[in-house]
């Protein structure tokens, strides 16, 4: 059976038209997720993370590189246990700046 959290982030990448890559069938996903809002389609990194440590590890040492002044405004950091959307700004902390609704599939709430 999918994990909890499989199955609210391809819920929420359908529902939102985001592309999931292959990778991310091949994890476990946890509750923080980021979409790259630059690409078009928006993607899902086929990473996700269950600790903000390692969330803001992989913001500073993959994406700030790459995408340098451009970062806050091409990336989407969602926590789909607290259904809420987080935000960089480059001193090693998150910051909550909204909720965003969560649907629960039917897959889980259904046995």
């Known amino acids: 059976m999918p994990s909890k959290y499989k ?3 391809e819920d929420y990448c359908a529902k939102h038209g985001v592309a999931i890559p292959p990778g991310f ?3 476990t996903p946890s509750r923080y997720a ?7 389609p ?8 269950f600790k903000t440590t390692d969330v803001l590890y992989y913001i500073e040492h993959f994406l700030k ?7 806050p405004q091409s990336i989407r950091i969602l ?15 998150l910051y909550r700046v909204a909720a965003f ?3 629960i599939p039917n897959s889980i709430t259904t046995p």
């Open 7 to 9: 199955l609210l982030i």
């Open 25 to 27: 069938a091949r994890n």
């Open 34 to 40: 980021i979409i790259r809002t630059n690409l078009t």
């Open 42 to 49: 928006p993607k899902l990194i086929a990473t996700t993370w």
């Open 65 to 71: 590189p790459e995408l340098g002044d451009a970062l």
């Open 79 to 93: 926590d789909f246990q607290e259904s809420e959307e987080l935000a960089y700004t480059g001193d090693k902390r």
């Open 101 to 103: 609704p969560v649907t």
